[in-house]
């Protein structure tokens, strides 16, 4: 799904000035630790000529800021950082003329110079630090108690017979509710509803499993690939994999709910907070305008907040006890109900001739429903499950199919939704060719590339990386992989790693090139360069939820690890390309996306074994390197 | 049951159910939100506070035992009005995404810098090792130590 801006922004529902001189920014979008807050504080103080400090940012409250569809796919800045930094500058032009800030905002007004990078780092630092910062799970409200949730043993599973009455005499319990397939508990403290939702005694019915149809949707055709495949001078076919991985939020889901007969306000760290809002209307039978989202910080969260479901299961509870519930999930709920993201196989055929030009390339992606809100629709399929399943390279012949498959797990969007995974096989396969071919993996790119901004950040990342002068072998090597990700952002990115006798894989320094158009915000972009390859390098090298049959075997960190303070790499260079002429294209998402195949293509080079399935553990490289 | 602890050097009465963790009464009971819930396991970190100066998990620790120790909270690391080296440090280095797991960086940090007021990189690593970040703000921590550190 692309999000598309507001059709004709107002100046009233965006820039408010106040009686003492402050000024009030509105925008739909919703900050997770993504530095979107700071980014409009500055746009807009940028176009009005006043300090940062002057400008208070309100984020997603659905009673005060214009529509929004929601916060994905990286798109704030180039969405809403736009139509801040014209009405900001439309507002600057009202208030010089006396002239109350109001009226349509024009595409065309003329703005300043883009922000400076002065100012606070983060507006929210102060507050974090000190602990003033008001999280979702953090919200009180007067005469709020705790909910829990009886969770069955697998999706989809109904309950038969309740049994409650050892639950009901447990110490504090307020009410044991029952809401269609929903049973929880509702407790004065968290502690007590936690231990009665667990002494509830349930029979559950499983459903036999659905035997859904993998659904096959081209999304580039060409008959005559097969044949060019057949008659290129060198062809690597290979099928790459990726398990199911859990978003694996720190703070696992939360949500406050006030829930009356007539109206319902809900505290929630959702991406959607007017989709929610509609949800949550629907559910609870009121009038959408009855229903007020006011989203608060969650713990960061990678796409599973598109989804509802803590806020919407907080409301039925405060619905049927009539007061404000605080739910917050357990870490084992998180694991085990929390969407995933999609597990994968994808299988690729490519081949060049004996200059080393691709003459085809086929590729057939199998995985499950990536999409916002964890349903499938066809049309946006290819954006989402198919997000980056065509190869940034000049390919005369080229077949590209995905097969959605049916998921006993729950999926939802995952940062960069399938981008991630179609770019591993992608630069992975691109790797073994040049191998194939015994010939600079660097040189067989930019031979197939004719896209300027992508050979720039290749040509960045290859001199900030010493590419071809840098000694390998020896249990050391470098890997390479780049792309061009969706929205239009470029990212070259070199990974350096050592592999023990073991195999066991080591980060060592790591090199990004990234071109995202015009950067509003130096550092935020590096901030968010590096926990996006922090996170990519976790899910390469150790993550897999471990599931069967839909039943989630993963209960806690010591069952998921993911990297640590040990793990991380020991160095991130980042250089930043973008041209200040270019619209901003987003930087959330994209340089997670090239990292599996840097590290994998990284480990090649340092001990000859090719790892096709994730995570790239030591028993994968021992196995690999035979 | 009723308890008195020590937390940011005030004397606090509280009346909670035997085998209430001091995560649980801090938030709940106290107002001090700081402290995270993470895992309640012991696993991630999220719900550290210095117990004599040591990091420890509140989410394992009863307030019975609790009330033997000063425990001191995010809340109270600053001083009058100023804040403490290492968290002016978390805010110029940017050491933060969602800042769910700040708040126990900063526990870790803290007891290591009282231990060792100048820390290699691995000592800060390794110290800060049971802190999970799932943002990756892990090497602008290690920057924001190493910072705090020289000014101590
Ligand atoms: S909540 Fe205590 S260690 Fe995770
Ligand atoms: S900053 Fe989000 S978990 Fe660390």
Redesign the interface.
């Known amino acids: 799904m692309i999000a598309q801006p507001n059709e004709s922004p107002r100046l009233e529902e965006r820039i408010r000035l106040e009686p003492d001189g402050r000024v009030t920014v509105f925008s739909g979008k919703v900050e ?4 979107i807050r700071t980014a409009f504080a500055k746009i807009v103080a940028a176009g009005l000529g006043i300090t940062v400090d002057r400008v208070t940012v309100v984020l997603g409250d659905t009673a005060q800021v214009p529509y929004d569809r929601g916060t994905f796919g990286s798109r704030s800045i180039a969405q809403d950082g736009e139509i801040l930094r014209r009405a900001a500058a439309l507002a600057r032009r009202l208030i010089a003329e006396g002239r109350p800030l109001e009226g349509p905002i024009p595409e065309d007004v003329p703005v300043g110079p883009p922000a400076p990078d002065a100012g606070p ?2 507006v ?3 507050e ?4 003033r ?3 979702v ?2 919200a ?1 409200l007067p005469g709020m108690l705790r909910g829990a949730i009886a969770r069955p043993p697998v999706r989809g599973a109904r309950p038969a017979a309740v049994d409650d009455r050892a639950a009901r005499a447990m ?2 319990v307020v009410a044991v509710v029952r809401d269609g397939d929903l049973i929880g508990v509702v407790a004065k ?4 509803a936690v231990a009665a939702a667990q002494a509830l005694e349930i029979e559950w019915t499983v459903p036999p499993a659905a035997d859904l149809d993998t659904v096959s949707i081209p999304i580039n055709e060409d008959a005559a690939t097969l044949a060019a495949l057949a008659g290129a001078a060198t062809r690597v076919a290979a099928t790459y994999a990726m398990p199911y991985i859990s978003n ?5 889901s939360a949500a406050v709910a006030d829930v009356r007969t007539d109206e319902a306000t809900v505290y929630a760290g959702t991406q959607r907070p007017f989709g929610l809002r509609d949800e949550l209307a629907a559910v609870l039978g009121l009038p959408v305008d009855a229903v007020r989202v006011i989203p608060l ?4 969260t ?1 796409g599973r907040n598109s989804l509802g479901d803590v806020a919407v299961e907080a409301a039925r509870l405060s619905k049927a006890c009539g007061r404000p519930i605080l739910l ?1 999930w ?2 084992e709920e998180e694991f085990a109900h929390g969407p995933a993201r999609p597990a994968c196989a994808l299988d690729i055929e490519a081949g060049t001739d004996a200059d080393g030009r691709f003459v085809a390339w086929r590729y057939d992606e199998h995985t499950n429903a990536h999409g916002y809100g964890g349903t499938l629709d066809p049309r946006q399929a290819a954006f989402t499950s198919g997000r980056n399943a065509v190869p940034p390279y000049v390919v005369p012949h080229l077949a590209v199919t995905l097969h959605i498959e049916p998921s006993p797990l729950r999926t939802a969007s995952f940062r960069s939704l399938a981008a991630a995974e179609n770019v591993f096989a992608i630069e992975s396969v691109v790797d073994e060719i040049a191998a194939a071919r015994g010939e600079d993996p660097l040189e067989l790119r930019l031979r197939n590339t004719r896209d300027p901004r992508l050979r720039a950040v290749l040509e960045a990342v290859a001199e900030r990386s010493e590419w071809r002068e840098r000694p390998r072998g020896d249990g050391r090597g470098l890997g390479l992989a780049c792309t061009l990700y969706a929205h239009g952002t470029y990212i070259a990115q070199v990974a350096e790693v050592t592999v023990a006798p073991n195999g066991r894989v080591r980060l060592g320094r790591f090199w990004c090139a990234i071109d995202p158009g015009r950067v509003i915000d130096p ?2 972009v590096r ?2 360069c ?6 990519s390098a ?1 899910w390469t090298l150790l993550e897999e939820l471990k599931q069967r049959d839909g039943r989630v075997a993963t209960t ?3 069952t998921y690890p ?5 793990d ?2 020991s ?2 260079d980042i250089e930043l390309m973008g041209a200040p002429g270019e619209p901003p294209t987003g930087v959330g998402e994209p340089p997670g996306v090239p990292v599996a195949a840097a590290i994998a293509n990284a480990v090649f080079a340092a001990c000859g074994a090719r790892v096709r399935e994730l995570p790239i553990t030591a028993d994968r490289v021992r196995a690999a390197r035979r | 049951m009723r308890y008195r602890l020590e937390v940011n050097g005030t004397l606090r009465d509280l009346d909670v159910p035997r085998g209430t963790t001091l995560l649980e009464a801090l938030r709940d009971d106290l107002g001090l939100v700081a402290a995270r819930y993470g895992c309640g396991r012991g696993q991630c970190g999220a719900c550290f506070v210095l117990a004599d100066g040591r990091a420890v998990t509140s989410c394992l620790m009863s307030v019975e035992q609790a009330a033997a120790h000063r425990i001191v909270t995010v809340e109270g690391l600053a001083s009058g009005g100023e804040l403490a080296a290492i968290q002016s440090a978390f805010v110029e280095e940017d050491a933060m995404q969602c800042g769910y797991c700040t708040s126990g960086m900063l526990i870790s940090a803290a007891a290591l810098l009282a231990e060792q007021p100048s820390p290699t990189d691995d000592e800060i690593r390794d110290a800060l090792a049971p802190n999970l970040c799932r943002c990756g703000v892990q090497l602008r921590a290690i920057r924001a130590v190493k910072r705090a550190a020289e000014q101590l």
């Open positions: 997770f630790g993504q530095g780092r983060r929210e630092a102060p974090i630090v000190t602990g910062a008001r999280f799970a953090d009180r110490a504090g403290r968290q502690a007590q694996a939020p720190i703070g696992p910080m969650p713990s960061g990678y917050q357990s870490r550092n935020g901030n968010q590096e926990g996006a390859i922090v996170q976790s806690g960190w010591d993911i990297a640590t303070f040990r991380v790499p160095e991130i």
